[in-house]
């Protein structure tokens, strides 16, 4: 994010015609960046249990594909339960991301799992509850949203986002996916509306005020996760929203797209990307085997020859 236009841009719309010094721009400047760099990071809390696709959905919304650096691991304790944390490196800045205990582990553990969660959803700027799409029995979802997570503040649950993972995997399979397209067939687009309907009508069976948003999305297929980001953006309170917008970094969905189906600009692009790199004079003497460097040390034409040869 370039700061200084994005102030400069505001008090072009906000003075008009009117000038400011630029001794004044740089106070107001200052005061801004000041305030940007000591806010602190974005949090958010990843529900749901093992193999719902946490990492990787954390990976496509923040980290555009790049492999998520753990800067900080750390172990939080409460109420006897604990919940792991990491300071993640996105690309685009740090943030906060807490690995939520699965509820309904354990009836003699279910008061702290409530004190957790509650503990949890007051810190951070979005829970994101993810399920995976393909399971259609939602029982145990339902038993904990009306059982424990019900104690927790209401207005806490507004924080809440319920995403369904794996979209692509949704009947009938994998092999319906156009792989070409990077979309669902139509089949498989029915049948992903219907299972959003379905999980948003047993939510509110039990929660019937929530006014959250369901997203059906996939993380491997990088497929609606504009759409994704967005409700979140709907769940965090408004004056943490551009922290959490600043981080933004969605995995790119074209880049699964087969080049012919591209317009003409980002198959430019895209082929651009693609052009091999050429390889520094150091790299090559480097990976030379040592009778051979010394076989063309002072031939140069001996060495543009073999340059030729390697095709390089």
């Known amino acids: ?171 009938s399979g994998g092999t319906a996916w156009i792989e070409i397209a990077n979309l669902p067939s139509e089949e498989q687009e029915k049948n992903i509306e219907g299972r959003i309907r379905d999980v948003q009508r047993k939510v509110r069976e039990v929660l019937p005020n929530w006014k959250g948003t369901i997203i059906g999305y996939s993380a491997n297929r990088r497929y609606n996760l504009p759409q994704l980001f967005d409700a979140m953006m709907d769940a965090v309170p408004n004056k943490r929203r551009w922290v959490v917008a600043s981080r933004k970094a969605l995995a790119d969905f074209l880049e699964l797209v087969d080049p012919q189906l591209l317009p003409p600009e980002k198959r430019r692009e895209r082929a651009t990307h693609q052009q091999p790199q050429p390889s520094k004079m150091s790299d090559i003497v480097a990976s030379m085997p040592p009778e051979e460097f010394a076989k063309f040390a002072g031939d140069k034409k001996a060495f543009l020859a073999w340059l030729k040869q390697q095709e390089i």
Not at 50 to 62: C, R, W
């Open 1 to 171: 994010m370039d700061l200084r236009a994005l102030v400069q841009d505001l008090a072009r719309d906000i003075l008009g015609d009117q000038k400011m010094s630029e001794e004044d721009f740089e106070k107001i400047y200052h005061m801004i960046e000041d305030k940007v760099d000591n806010e602190p990071p974005p949090r958010f809390a990843f529900i749901g249990e093992t193999g719902v696709g946490k990492s990787s959905t954390l990976n496509a919304l923040f980290n555009a594909g790049l492999e998520v650096s753990h800067i900080e691991a750390c172990t939080q304790e409460a109420t006897g339960i604990e919940v792991s944390f990491n300071q993640v490196e996105g690309v685009n800045g740090a943030l906060v991301a807490y690995d939520m205990p699965g509820l309904g582990e354990s009836r003699l553990k279910q008061k702290e799992h409530i004190a957790l969660y509650e503990k949890v959803l007051k810190d951070v700027d979005v829970a994101l509850w993810i399920l995976d799409a393909q399971n259609r029995a939602i029982a145990s979802v339902q038993q904990y949203l009306e059982t424990e997570l019900k104690a927790v503040n209401p207005r806490l649950l507004d924080r809440m986002v319920i995403a369904l993972n794996k979209v692509d995997l949704v009947h």
